[in-house]
């Protein structure tokens, strides 16, 4: 069973948005990975290509940190591409650690 963790609004400016995300929201991911899943999702908004390296460091290190668990990060901006990003990683046994942004 695949979680999901949403994440609606985070600040502009890379460092600010990691530094929330870690601060507000990293223990609630621990927390789900610590439960009955195979595999998190977390969904963050929509943001510019000076995100991704922050975003790729979470995944790739909550993976780890979570194995067997399966942890894997989406960016998107519309429903659609977010549920289809969902539905693909739910499906995919094999991905994890990946920071998967939609291109809309």
């Given at each position: 069973m695949?979680?999901?963790?949403?994440?609606?609004?985070?600040?502009?400016?890379?460092?600010?948005?990691?530094?929330?995300?870690?601060?507000?929201?990293?223990?609630?991911?621990?927390?789900?990975?610590?439960?009955?899943?195979?595999?998190l999702a977390i969904v963050l908004p929509s943001a510019p290509t000076d995100h991704d390296d922050w975003r790729r460091t979470l995944a790739r290190d909550l993976a780890r940190a979570s194995k067997?668990?399966?942890?894997?990060?989406?960016?998107?901006?519309?429903d659609d591409a977010r549920d289809a990003l969902l539905s693909y990683l739910g499906d995919a046994p094999g991905v994890t650690g990946q920071y998967c942004p939609s291109h809309e």
């Open positions: 695949q979680a999901v963790l949403t994440i609606d609004r985070l600040p502009g400016a890379p460092i600010e948005a990691a530094a929330q995300f870690h601060r507000e929201y990293l223990q609630q991911a621990e927390h789900l990975l610590a439960g009955e899943v195979d595999a067997p668990k399966r942890v894997n990060v989406v960016g998107a901006a519309s």
